[in-house]
């Protein structure tokens, strides 16, 4: 069975930082991404960065505030948010894709909670 487990979440003020880590149970797939959404109060929910084997990568919007690091291949990966702001406030949500030979599935995570308030 796959299960997808965020942690780090919480309340921090404005410029404060925050790191993120999602876990993967992977059973007997093989992981190839790993991604982080946020959905936000009244938006949709947007791409804020994704990670192959160790190579990731963070959308322009939050480039030079958000990095993803891990190893696919470990299962665990991490964002970490810096400088956060108001609008950073959502639910970060982790996705994985994986497949078994040529079965191919992607699975949620529950979320976990970012609110940025002073």
């Known amino acids: 069975q796959v299960q997808v487990v965020e942690s780090g979440g919480g309340l921090v003020q404005p410029g404060g930082s925050l790191s993120l880590s999602c876990r993967v149970s992977?059973?007997?797939?093989?992981?190839?991404?790993m991604g982080w959404y946020r959905r936000a109060p009244g938006k949709q929910r947007e791409l804020v960065a994704s990670?192959?084997?160790?190579?990731?990568n963070v959308v322009d919007s939050v480039k030079g505030r958000f990095s993803i690091s891990g190893d696919t291949a470990g299962n665990t990966v991490y964002l970490r948010l810096s400088n956060l702001k108001p609008d950073d406030t959502a639910v970060y949500c982790c996705?994985?894709?994986?497949?078994?030979?040529?079965?191919?599935?992607?699975?949620w995570g529950q979320g976990t909670q970012v609110t940025v308030s002073s």
């Open positions: 992977r059973d007997k797939y093989t992981v190839d991404t």
């Open positions: 990670i192959t084997g160790r190579n990731g």
């Open positions: 996705n994985v894709g994986l497949h078994w030979y040529k079965v191919y599935r992607d699975y």
